[in-house]
């Protein structure tokens, strides 16, 4: 695992640096973790939604490699942007699928995208997002700290590593961050 995170920054610096071949050697071995993130953003949807975790991972990849500017530094600043993509995505989804339900009858979209979420799942994750920026407002770092665990899926020391803080940092921020968003959510 060691071997496969140092290879997988090694490319991340090679693209950054311009070097295309390197995204194509990158996507094979990220491809996985990618829709590992992304299947557990589907799993916690009804199960007959019609959207697949690969149409999410697909999309989040397209993102991704449009990323102008970037100093790609490792794996974990990566993934914590993949993850931020996929909320992104996620989080417009259900927007366009509130929009919809109330009549926006100018507004067309899909019947993958309008299956993506359900009708509470898609409540939930507007009201996160929008606690998220109310948090990022407060305390940029908490905001980024849940992003990236929450979202992305990276331990406290992956965190710790894009943050560029302790872990210690990270696991109170963390703990600070939940009890903020759960009190911000339920006050809604």
């Known amino acids: 695992m060691a071997t496969a995170s140092h290879e997988v920054t090694q490319l991340l610096v090679a693209w950054g640096d311009g070097d295309q071949t390197a995204l194509d050697k990158l996507m094979p ?9 992304a299947h557990r953003y589907m799993a916690q949807e009804r199960p007959e939604h019609t959207l697949q975790t690969s149409a999410l991972v697909n999309e989040a990849y397209v993102r991704l490699i449009d990323q ?4 790609w530094q490792n794996r974990a600043q990566f993934f914590g942007i993949a993850a931020t993509s996929m909320r992104r995505i996620l989080v417009g989804y259900a927007r366009r699928r509130k929009r919809a339900k ?21 409540a939930e994750m507007i009201a996160l997002d929008e606690a998220l920026e109310n948090l990022a407002a407060v305390d940029q770092r908490k905001s980024q ?3 990236l665990r929450f979202f992305g899926g990276l331990s406290i020391d ?3 590593e894009v943050l560029k803080v302790s872990p210690g940092t990270v696991m109170r921020d963390w703990t600070l961050a939940k009890a903020w968003l759960r009190r911000e959510i339920t006050a809604e």
Not at 29 to 37: A, G, K, Q
Not at 68 to 71: G, K, L, Q
Not at 102 to 122: N, P, T
């Open 29 to 37: 071995l990220v491809y996985d973790e990618l829709h590992r993130l």
């Open 68 to 71: 102008r500017n970037v100093h």
């Open 102 to 122: 109330r009549g926006a009858g100018a507004f067309q979209i899909s019947l993958d995208e309008a299956a993506i979420l359900s009708d509470e799942r898609a």
């Open 145 to 147: 700290v849940v992003e």
């Open 158 to 160: 992956e965190t710790a």
